[in-house]
């Protein structure tokens, strides 16, 4: 048996990391990252939108590589577009990050079935379906892939505008225990990274409300919010062959706000 991450691949030599919901926040932040380290990013958005092609052309204008892959990926057969695509265009997959998500705050008596079911279909359907994508192709080409998801602080602790959304974070490490199970006989590695709060357009709105800001600086032990980079530098590490043995992992980036008891 191939030890992990020492197994030949037999397409060529370009690394490919795909990061889905990559026009903006933590994913285009990751997305930078990984097209730093060296791999051909691909730039994944619902549809070629500015964010999108901000974040390609400030990679470019970095000196690395990136490339669209717009699609939706809230449905099963746009998801497998997605990556037949992928297949045509690069016959590889080495780093997948399901990373897109949303969060739409709201009270948990005011969260309708749409709402539940678009936050599910986001941030936990996709991701199955991505996973399973990849790994097909990962094991196909004999690739020791590495699978992330971004799930949150939220999968452990509550929120109060969250009670739909902390579900769906949970769920996503679950998910990437199990797939750590089955996919870590070929060299797979499947982990979760639970950042806290980060500063992105997700919560953008929130943070500018009131005492927000204030208050959640307070909770975290380093005394401030978050940045994306903070979340890609330990993709960037997952990513490596010196994570081989890291799987199955849930990793949290909140600044010590889940230790911190006020
Ligand atoms: C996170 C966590 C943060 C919030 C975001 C939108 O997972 O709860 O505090 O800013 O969700």
């Known amino acids: 048996m191939t030890t992990p991450n020492e197994t030949e691949a037999d397409g060529p030599a370009e690394k490919i990391a795909l990061v889905t919901g990559s026009s903006s926040g933590i994913g285009a932040a990751i997305a930078e ?14 549809s070629e939108n500015a964010g999108a092609l901000k974040t390609r052309d400030a990679i470019l204008a970095a000196g690395h590589r990136a490339e669209l892959s717009i699609g939706s990926i809230s449905k099963v057969t746009d998801i497998r577009h997605l990556f037949a695509d992928i297949r045509e265009r690069y ?122 800001r204030a208050n959640l600086e307070i909770q975290t032990c380093v ?14 590490f997952l990513a490596t062959p010196e994570a081989r043995y890291i799987t199955g992992a849930s990793i949290l980036v909140d600044g010590g706000e889940l230790v911190k008891h006020l």
């Open 33 to 46: 990252r990984l097209a730093a380290d060296g791999y051909l990013a691909l730039i994944n958005a619902r």
């Open 91 to 212: 016959g590889r997959i080495d780093v997948l990050v399901n990373n897109a998500g949303i969060c739409p705050f709201h009270e948990w008596d005011e969260v309708t079935e749409e709402i539940w079911d678009i936050t599910h279909e986001t941030n936990l359907r996709a991701g199955f379906f991505c996973t399973q994508e990849a790994a097909k192709l990962m094991i196909e080409k004999k690739i020791a892939g590495r699978i992330m998801a971004i799930s949150s602080i939220s999968a452990i602790k509550g929120g109060t505008v969250q009670t739909h959304y902390c579900p769906t974070k949970g769920g996503q490490i679950s998910m990437m225990n199990a797939f750590a199970v089955c996919l870590g006989p070929h060299g797979i590695t499947c982990n979760s990274i639970l950042p806290g709060t980060i500063e992105t357009p997700i919560n953008a709105e929130y943070l500018a409300t009131g005492t927000n």
């Open 223 to 236: 005394g401030y919010i978050g940045q994306p980079r903070d979340v890609a530098g330990i993709v960037s």
